[in-house]
């Protein structure tokens, strides 16, 4: 008997890609539930939804009256979920059909593989072609925790969350914050309880933003409150990440090794920080943005990330990153 896979879908003002949810259905792996949650849109998301759902099994469609943020909607789903297998899956992505298949596949003959991740090719909306293509292949070379987690605090892609992961193994995590950056706070706890693995058989099409989010912006869409604390949010992060590694069941010696390698995330961090803020303050407009983008390629790039359009890619990654001017 097939193991059960459970994909939650939260949703919010998600109307014009309802009809996409049939995609879902149609990979070849069946055994299959959708938690489908509506957090408090304003359009006819929820309408359209029960229509196209309508006499469907293994489906369950919940609704809010208010909009209580990304991180209650998508912890919200995968509470709801009772297959071995868990996945979150927003509507603008599209998955190749053997999606599903082939992580079961994998994380059935690995039973030590937490989060199974495809190939991701990550496009932007009204642009043409690939933004960049990436996976997580190097993760399989972190054999102990420590390495593990070392690759899930500065190598891990953040489009990478959207695999499929082992549900007791999710359900021992803290999911997802209430704050900005929330979501990727819960994979370096994943990769405390297991192997993260890459899968080159299949792939997935992430759909990013025309435009990112300004931080006013993402504060209201992971907690869905208006106004943001007067906190430098790394405070917010960095907290998490102490508290998240100091709940763990580990014994306090392995804890201590780890909180080592955190602080040293931390003080890279840092330096980075004040390096960029150093550059950002030159006086010459070329050297500035020539020195924001070599510094960007130092600290901040991520070498699983193969670019595909080099002008795209300044313009919509590493301009908002490093805050040159006229970027995306």
């Given at each position: ?13 998600a ?7 049939r995609n ?14 509506d ?5 006819q ?11 469907r ?63 991701v ?37 953040a489009?990478?969350l ?22 990727l ?7 405390l ?16 933003r ?9 504060y ?27 709940s ?5 010696p ?10 040293a ?5 840092v ?7 150093l550059a ?9 943005a ?8 130092l ?17 919509r990654v ?11």
């Amino acid at each position: 008997m097939r193991p059960l896979v459970s994909i939650g879908v939260p949703l919010y003002n998600a109307q014009k890609y309802a009809r996409r949810i049939r995609n879902l259905w149609r990979q070849t792996y069946p055994a299959i539930e959708l938690i489908c949650s509506d957090n408090g849109s304003t359009d006819q998301t929820l309408s359209a939804l029960r229509t196209i759902l309508r006499g469907r099994k293994n489906v369950t469609l919940l609704s809010s009256a208010v909009n209580r943020g990304l991180s209650h909607n998508f912890n919200r789903v995968f509470r709801r979920a009772r297959g071995k297998y868990f996945m979150w899956a927003s509507l603008d992505d599209h998955r190749a059909s053997n999606f599903i298949e082939k992580c079961v596949e994998l994380m059935e003959n690995r039973p030590e593989v937490v989060l199974a991740v495809p190939t991701v090719h990550v496009a932007v909306e009204r642009q043409p072609g690939r933004l960049y293509t990436v996976d997580v292949r190097d993760a399989s070379q972190a054999a102990s925790r420590k390495e593990r987690f070392a690759y899930a605090l500065n190598r891990f892609p953040a489009v990478g969350l959207y695999g499929l992961f082992r549900t007791d193994a999710l359900a021992q995590t803290r999911l997802m914050a209430p704050m900005p950056g929330g979501d990727l706070l819960l994979i370096p706890e994943i990769a405390l309880l297991g192997h993260i693995q890459h899968v080159p058989e299949t792939n997935l099409i992430y759909s990013g933003r025309f435009r990112w989010n300004s931080p006013e912006e993402d504060y209201r869409a992971f907690t869905g409150k208006t106004e943001r604390p007067p906190t430098w949010p790394g405070i917010w992060i960095w907290r998490e990440k102490i508290l998240r590694l100091g709940s763990t069941r580990l014994g306090w010696p392995e804890k201590s090794r780890l909180f080592l390698t955190l602080f040293a995330h931390l003080q890279r961090e840092v330096v980075f920080r004040l390096a960029k803020k150093l550059a950002q303050g030159l006086p010459h407009r070329r050297t500035r943005a020539w020195m924001l983008e070599k510094l960007y390629f130092l600290g901040w790039w991520n070498p699983a990330v193969r670019i595909r359009n080099r002008h795209l890619y300044r313009a919509r990654v590493i301009g908002p990153v490093m805050g040159l001017p006229g970027a995306a």
